[in-house]
């Protein structure tokens, strides 16, 4: 059953969000937004930071304007606070209303004010950045001790997570309303330092005019089947892999994640390799049977193509595969098979690639990441999961998840392999493709952070349990929250 993803998930690009504030401007004034951003800066600055001198860095736009709303509330709380302009407001916006109302102390926009302050708010440019940031502002930003940025720091794309020319490494990022994909993306994510979300009385009304085409990946934004009395292995899910000659570590990594996540029942054709296959291999179906009399069986609906395979094994098995009809994740040797070739890939369900193999199949993702997944899902009509330090789940209808839960332990060989089978043993119980590669994605992500610092590949399986386990508990939490009244704002360490 789809899940209505939980609102707190949703990414807005900065042109998405923009068209939101055209909307809201109508039954809510621009400047009582911008006074709950500021104040809400404030707020974050006095929770975090012990005081300090202070100076707020102000851009001639609404960014700006919430730096003048920041450092007036920072004074009244008795901080010492100075503002620096680069450009005045622009005349007749709020942000020039915020800039009026600011009383306190003004000073040049110059290195010597950076050298004077202990901490830089930095309120020069927003997410909806439209060109590179260098000169002076530039080095302004460079030179601060301790930075602080609103919205997201000067100089990092809202919509990609790029750097466009210069940008500072903020301590505490405070956003607004919904998080965008640059604060989740790399690199732009090693920029934020603590990252903090603000409820600043945005109407749910008004976003719901916007529907978001973004999530970040989180068990709100799908629900994991859970087995009921009744159940048994073949309506847990029956996951079926191909089995290749010279790399049969690969396919037991991705049987061991698929068993380990909840799969009734693991079946390896390995054809005249079954021998080797069965040394060691409890709680596994080793076949040995032609792969054609294997796929008359209805109940082996799900199958795994790529892990271990030769691209000669891949043309012998995919397209028997694809002609019966299965639901098929590529990974691996199946990708390599398609290098420069993506039509060979349609008709699959699920492709799972690493960079490397992204570009050998499509091409160089370049500036926007997002975008590039995007095209390659629509171009083959299946679900690509671009794997990497923020991964990118994309569909083919242009819905896109980022997975931001994970652990740089995960970088290991093997560990693709393994997250090949978690998701194939969530299709087998009936999940959708996109719902199987987001909660695969985070079960995976889970497992890892689990696992410790040094984890190798075949330790994962013993956490997927657990991470089940703790996703059930968060989805049951946002499913409460759905049903009451949802946080005002909160934090990400």
Request: glycine content about 12%.
């Amino acid at each position: 059953m789809p899940v209505s993803p939980h609102s707190d998930l949703s990414l807005y690009t900065p042109e998405e969000m923009g068209r939101v504030d055209q909307l809201v401007s109508v039954s809510v004034p621009v400047s009582t937004l911008m006074d709950n951003a500021g104040r809400a800066v404030a707020r974050a600055v006095r929770r975090y930071m012990r005081p300090c001198r202070v100076l707020v860095l102000c851009g001639p736009g609404s960014n700006g304007g919430d730096g003048f709303v920041a450092a007036r509330y920072l004074a009244e709380a008795g901080w010492p606070v100075a503002v620096a302009e680069m450009a005045s407001p622009y005349v007749g916006s709020a942000a020039a209303d915020a800039s009026a109302r600011f009383e306190g102390v003004r000073v040049p926009f110059a290195l010597a004010e950076v050298a004077r302050a202990d901490l830089v708010i930095d309120a020069v440019f927003g997410a909806g950045l439209s060109r590179d940031v260098t000169g002076l502002p530039a080095d302004l930003l460079q030179a601060a001790r301790k930075v602080v940025a609103i919205d997201i720091p000067s100089g990092i794309d809202g919509a990609t997570g790029q750097v466009r020319g210069n940008a500072p490494h903020a301590a505490m990022t405070v956003t607004f309303c919904r998080f965008k994909p640059g604060h989740l993306l790399y690199p732009g994510r090693s920029y934020m330092g603590r990252l903090v979300l603000a409820d600043i009385g945005m109407p749910q009304a008004v976003l719901e005019k916007v529907p978001p085409q973004a999530w970040q990946n989180a068990p709100g934004l799908w629900r994991l089947p859970e087995p009921g009395p009744e159940s048994h292995k073949y309506t847990r899910g029956v996951v079926s892999l191909c089995a290749g000659q010279s790399m049969p570590g690969a396919a037991r990594l991705c049987a061991g994640g698929a068993r380990a996540a909840g799969a009734g029942l693991v079946r390896i054709a390995a054809g005249q390799d079954a021998p080797a296959y069965r040394l060691g291999a409890p709680g596994l179906v080793i076949d040995d049977g032609p792969l054609e009399s294997l796929l008359a069986d209805k109940r082996r609906a799900v199958w795994v193509c790529g892990p271990g395979l030769t691209e000669d094994e891949v043309a012998q098995t995919l397209p028997a595969l694809l002609g019966a009809q299965k639901c098929v994740l590529a990974d691996a040797g199946a990708l390599s098979a398609a290098t420069g070739h993506p039509e060979k890939l349609r008709g699959v369900a699920v492709i799972t690639p690493h960079i490397g193999e992204f570009t050998k199949v499509f091409g160089v993702p370049g500036a926007n990441p997002p975008d590039s997944v995007r095209k390659a899902a629509a171009q083959i009509n299946a679900v690509v999961v671009l794997k990497g330090a923020s991964t990118l789940i994309a569909a083919p209808d242009g819905r896109l998840a980022i997975n931001d839960h994970a652990s740089p332990a995960l970088g290991t060989a093997g560990s693709g392999d393994t997250l090949s089978g978690v998701i194939a043993a969530l299709l087998a119980a009936g999940m959708s493709a996109w719902d199987a590669a987001c909660a695969g994605v985070w079960l995976h992500g889970e497992a890892g952070i689990q696992a410790g610092a040094w984890p190798i590949a075949e330790d994962l399986d013993r956490y997927l349990g657990p991470a089940r386990e703790k996703a059930t508990r968060l989805q049951h939490e946002y499913g409460e929250m759905c049903r009451g009244s949802l946080a005002g704002s909160h934090a990400l360490g």
